[in-house]
């Protein structure tokens, strides 16, 4: 059992920034590939980044790329996602997620563990 809670919502204005945080408690994370996903207003819920379990690899949606930063700690067993030039279509609850198997299986949405989510608002 992993217990993932997220940490780092807020409102922001456009083009501003915020750090998101996801803490893992239970087996070791470093275990675990990790990944970031958000659900907007009406909207299904989408992939935004995804890392490897040490780290070494990385893989955005478009929509993030260049904008957004997953990284992680396994010594603290806490994932990163640091989120730059905020636009108001970034409006959603984010939520991380972490697979034992491939970023290619949690990209898609195979995740073993979901944390609760924090909302993330950006105002125009």
């Given amino acids: 059992q992993v217990q993932l809670v997220e940490s780092g919502g807020g409102v922001v204005q456009a ?15 470093s275990t ?12 299904a819920r989408e ?3 995804v890392i490897s379990k040490l780290g070494s690899a990385t893989s955005y ?5 260049g904008r957004f930063t997953i ?8 994932g990163f996602l640091q ?6 279509e970034d409006t959603a609850i984010y939520y991380c ?17 979901w944390g609760q989510g924090t909302q993330v608002t950006v105002s125009s």
């Fill in 32 to 43: 675990y590939t990790m990944g970031w996903f958000r659900q907007g207003p009406g909207k």
């Fill in 83 to 88: 989120m730059n030039s905020l636009k108001p």
């Fill in 97 to 113: 997620a972490v697979n034992s198997n491939s970023t290619e299986q949690l990209r898609g949405g195979l995740a073993a563990y």
């Fill in 61 to 65: 949606a478009e929509s993030v790329k």
């Fill in 15 to 29: 083009g501003g920034s915020l750090r998101l945080s996801c803490a893992a408690s239970g087996r070791t994370f």
């Fill in 47 to 49: 992939f935004v980044a």
């Fill in 71 to 78: 990284s992680r700690d396994n010594a603290k067993n806490t």
